[in-house]
């Protein structure tokens, strides 16, 4: 067994989602969730993280990944520019994985439906000769976990990113 040395005490971060500190509201509903995941053996539900900054926002979507025991994939909305480039992050994306969006109020509308469908539909769509979608890619069956900073508006219900479907 190796030993954890830790130089501060700052760098010491909740590995568990019963050593979070605080915010005893989300931690419920995680636990909550995680338990029903493990009973059912499904994956974790798609969820939209929003506040302020420092209230570990990342470190809860972290947790999520390692109490149901699969990998996170993180990707700042910045990255994802043009639907070429979020089918790309959503294929990376194995069975149960967490996939972390951070700023998803950043994406653009074009990319927000390519994300929208591809979740509500479980794939992904290559666009054919005349914009004719020819093509489709079954994605894996991950959690999409994104963060929207405090004082930023998910949008009108209209908006194609929220509510989140499945």
């Known amino acids: 067994m190796t030993e954890i040395t830790y130089q501060e005490v700052n760098d010491a971060q909740p590995q568990i989602i019963d050593h979070i500190i605080g915010q005893e509201n989300v931690v419920a509903r995680v636990k909550v969730a995680l338990e029903s995941c493990w009973n059912d053996g499904v994956r974790f539900p798609h969820c939209l993280l929003t506040g302020p900054a420092g209230l570990g926002k990342t470190q809860i979507s ?10 996170i994939r993180e990707q700042l909305a910045q990255n994802l520019a043009c639907p070429a480039a979020l089918r790309g992050f959503l294929l990376e994306g194995q069975e ?46 991950f959690s999409l976990c994104c963060r929207v900073p405090a004082g930023t508006a998910a949008g009108p219900p209209g908006n194609p990113y929220c509510p989140w479907p499945g």
């Open 62 to 71: 972290q947790i999520i990944a390692a109490e149901m025991g699969v990998e």
């Open 96 to 141: 149960k994985d967490v996939l972390l969006i951070d700023e998803i109020h950043e994406l653009s509308r074009t990319v927000q439906t390519t994300l929208y469908r591809a979740l509500e539909n479980g794939k992904i769509f290559l666009e054919g000769a005349k914009n004719k979608y020819s093509h489709t890619i079954q994605l894996a069956n």
